[in-house]
């Protein structure tokens, strides 16, 4: 099992930037893929952004892509996400979640395809 915290959430004006860190404990992070999602008020939580266990892998939902930067440091059992350009529409509570399929096969997308999660950061972006 992992265990996973978030940190780095807070309040930033629209077009700022933002840097979410996932610190992991328990068994080796590098044996997880691992995932960031988001929920915002009265909505579901979505997909964001995914990086295999080497970061040889990583995908983005579109409405993020070229907008943020999933990572790793294996070393530190950490990873993060870099938020720039940062909309309204990027407000929510940001998690982190890890998977056994560490090569992210079939890249996984959906909450259920990661079994470890985090309880969360808030975002908020004013406008």
């Known amino acids: 099992q992992v265990q996973l915290v978030e940190s780095g959430g807070g309040l930033v004006q629209a077009g700022g930037s933002l840097r979410l860190s996932c610190a992991a404990s328990g068994r080796t992070f590098s044996s997880f893929g691992m995932g960031w999602f988001r929920q915002a008020p009265g909505k579901e939580r979505e997909f964001v952004a995914a990086i295999s266990w080497s970061g040889g892998a990583r995908y983005y939902a579109d409405t993020v892509k070229g907008r943020f930067t999933i990572s790793r440091d294996n070393t530190k059992k950490t990873g993060y996400l870099q938020m720039n350009i940062l909309k309204p529409e990027d407000t929510a509570v940001y998690y982190c979640?890890?998977?056994?399929?560490?090569?992210?096969?079939?890249?996984?997308?959906?909450?259920?395809?990661?079994?470890?999660w985090g309880q969360g950061t808030q975002v908020t972006v004013s406008s």
């Open positions: 979640a890890a998977t056994y399929n560490y090569a992210l096969v079939g890249s996984p997308r959906r909450e259920a395809d990661f079994g470890f």
